[in-house]
């Protein structure tokens, strides 16, 4: 997935490695060298995230993380000065989300700009949403997506993962799930059941045979393995 960063930081050098770094794991980076710009560029394309030095030539950083919570809950990473506690404090009590102290690892702010990003979307992500892992479906939709791309699912199979998927370890009996299927009149189904299992694990699991999310519970039916992401 392509994130949007704004890495609002005077230190030339600090923020062209910032921006190597965070494009090489899919982001788009724009600059900004001063309080300024940064809040410009921020109102005219908000991003996805905000990485923020406090120390900046123009409008401070505390003054930006203000402007910013007082319109928008885009996520906000600081930059600070090691050893300022007061920094730390101050930024977070105006709405920052994490910050890093200098001098910090690259690979550190990257990381700590994604894990902000995923707490964010916990909460904007659409209840019709659900993700594990790679797999995303969306049940308003009736879409599904494995690492981005699309899998063709028949009505039959997507209202099985939708049922499974939407309760994660829970056992249903085969009886439930062809009556979801089929409604009252599902006499006789309980065994074409096994062929839809079948087919939809070809089409979402990596490996069919040994398989990740749809699993046989022995003498029972089945379950949805692995917890809904963020």
Known sequence: MLYS????EDDEKIAKLLQVYLESSNFKVTLANDGDLGWNLFQAEPPDVVILDLMLPGLDGWEICRRIRSC???PILMLTACGE???RVNGLD??????????????EVVARAKAIIRRANKYLEPKNII?????????????????GKPIGLTVTEFKILEL??????????????????MG????????????HIKNLRKKIESDPNQPEYIRTVHGIGYKFSGAADA
């Open 5 to 8: 960063a704004l890495v609002v």
């Open 72 to 74: 928008s809950e885009v």
């Open 85 to 87: 506690i007061d920094e």
């Open 94 to 107: 105006m709405g920052a989300d994490d910050y890093v102290t200098k001098p910090f690892g690259f690979r």
């Open 131 to 147: 993700r594990v892992g790679p797999l995303v479906i969306d049940t308003e939709k009736h879409l599904v997506l494995s690492s």
């Open 164 to 181: 499974l998927a939407a309760q994660p370890e829970q056992v249903f009996p085969r009886s439930k799930i062809v009556a979801h299927i």
């Open 184 to 195: 009252a009149n599902c006499e006789g189904y309980e065994r074409a059941l096994d062929a």
